[in-house]
């Protein structure tokens, strides 16, 4: 069963693939569709027996590279952490499956679609339920993959082109990170199995690594490399700028991939190795602030973006540095716990917002849309489901995760705590600030769009709001009925999945904490909301005069919708000059240079440079033939004497290849 | 005793390398590459000649006479074909006899 659950999204992949022609786009999406729920009654089961009844599963099912002490096997484990997770891949990927047959419809490459989506789902799996290093790269390279053949889909479009090799690159540098950090685990422990390190750790944590005069403490140096692969993966701040970019790709992949499931890998991988980053306080004090920082700086872009999907993509980047902290604060079950809920919610939003799209024949600009609560009352409440528990307005899904973040924050009683904490509070009025401006200038003000396609709005299909209603359920309910399975005091739920050190714990302080901290997010969710609708709704014509006359409002509009200039900054700084350098230095230099050179075309025309000399020795004069034989004559009978010499201290063979080299 | 051997000896190999040198470095004429050629030749007989002496055996001398009809043998062939040679292209200039060259 379990492997199964692995390997149908790949024979769904399969099919799709290679027989998508001859079964049709209908064929191929019912099949899709089917296998999919396969998995994802599987993974019910897979979570019921392991989550449940607590029985984690290993499974050795094949070596892989097996060469000495280097041993990477097909082997998968299933702990609770696998089955959450799972549990949410496979029910967002079914959801997403189902949403798309109706979306792609119209496409005439359904099948290929299809196809990706599956292998990305299997990609996925594999990533979460391999249990050694090399598996889990494997996985962590194969979605990385698809995503860039997703957001390439529509492979004509100049923009989708440019943001798949974005994303593609940028990720190449979290990549590396990653992979070092593996090469690093395996020149400390000789092992990359999962089982064998996490126990090994506490007694490396006194290893250090010399290397060009520095000395790493091997422990922080891995974690580094690790959380580096995480920034690249989870988009955090440094990394972040291939997310927003990734919008071009068709907007169920923005669901799946871009929002659900795909970016919190790098948490996952956090979560997954919280043995190794429990003992390196260093490195989660780095990694709190980093993504306390990305919390907020995605927050401020988000909301002077004016394209539909990128506002919802910087608020995912927002909540993922809700979830990279909370890791970095080690409470790792509630940072899983947000990515769970996120992935329902940020999913459903999407998928709204792909059937706004969808209605409007393409069109993602806000300021295009307006009024459209008349004619798609029920993608409206979908979207308002999604913001609400976006927000985290009390009793919907991001609620229970949100809140416990922000109250872990607070107890943890230091800078670090009160730096997150008031990050985290901030981008609580941030968030809802833009949630109220989406659905405000989405659904609620007059309207702004054409006349035109105006007329052609209609409602989503019956495919499309079936799995919003899905998706809204889970939206509404998942966080309050799996708050207490997944972090409620005391819960035996992680069993051994996460290990955190007990002078970290403090999920227990914030049971504590004033009851004015606790209510303070609901406040904040509430300011931000009503400033909102108060600005856009009332006071529309005086920002916009502000904006007009007031040239420092317009700088600072400014500085904020072209993302903190921080993009520029990178194309400048880092960008440019690898570019150049790559172009100048390795392309020209290296590639079409020294090798070249003295590679293939060097030893081709070598051999046509030696040949035309020897050739020229042919040159018909008698005299030179005689000074010819009479120089080999003279070399062959010296040789001979010489070999006599030193026949005891040379092998002849030895002086043969000499003369012959001589003589070349 | 062995320097007079060795005197004589440097006398042979010097005829013999005037010789080789003739023919090496000779850009004229096909007659005189002939004539080193004998040059050559007669060096290597003086040779023989010179060690039949010292070591007092006579076949060294009659190997030398053998050398000598031969190579009077050979360089009557030898100008026979340099007359037709010369019949044919009119010279005996070495720098015009490239036939050799593919």
Known sequence: MYLSLIFFPILSFLFCMFLGRSLSPKGTAILSCLFIFFSFLECILSFFEVGICKSPVFIKLYPWVDSELFDASWGFLFDSLTVSMGFLVTSVSLIVHIYSTVYMSHDPHQCRFMSYISLFTFFMLLLLSSDNFILLFLGWEGVGLCSYLLINFWFTRLQANKSALKAMVVNRVGDLGLALGIACIFLIFKTVDFAIVFSLIPYACNLKLFFLFFNFGIVDLVCFLFFVGAVGKSAQIGLHSWLPDAMEGPTPVSALIHAATMVTAGVFLIVRCSPIFEYSQSILFFIALWGAITTFFSGTIGVFQNDLKKVIAYSTCSQLGYMVFACGLSNYSVSIFHVLNHGYFKALLFLSAGSVIHALHNEQDMRKMGGLLQALPFTYVTFFIGSFALMGVPFLTGFYSKDVILEISYSKYSFLGTFTNWLGVVSVVITSFYSFKLIYLVFLSSPNGFKRTSFLVSEAPFGMGLSLVLLSTFSIFFGFLTKDLFIGLGTPFWNNSIFILPSHLNIIDSEFIPIYIKWLPFYCTLIGGISSIVLYHMLTNNLFFCYLNNVNLRLIYLFFSKKWFLDRLQNDLIVSFFLNSGYSITYKLIDKGLIEFYGPSGYSKSVVFLSKLLSRLTSGKINFYAFLIFVFLVVTVSSVCFVNVFYFFVEPQLLFVFILCLII | ?102
Do not use: C, H, P, W
């Not at chain 2, 010789?19 to 090496?24: A, E, F, N, T, V």
């Not at chain 2, 039949?52 to 000598?68: E, P, R």
């Open chain 2, 1 to 102: 005793m062995l320097t007079d051997q060795s005197k004589f000896l440097l006398v042979s190999t010097l005829l013999f390398l005037i010789g080789l040198s003739g023919i090496m470095l000779n850009r004229k004429n096909i007659v005189l590459m002939l004539m080193s050629l004998e040059l050559m030749l007669l060096a290597i007989n003086f040779n023989f000649i010179i060690f039949s002496f010292f070591l007092d055996d006579i076949v060294g001398q009659i190997f030398a006479l053998f050398v000598l009809t031969v190579a009077a043998a050979e360089s009557a062939i030898g100008l026979a074909i340099l007359l037709i040679y010369y019949r044919i292209r009119g010279t005996v200039s070495i720098d015009f006899v490239n036939l050799l060259k593919g």
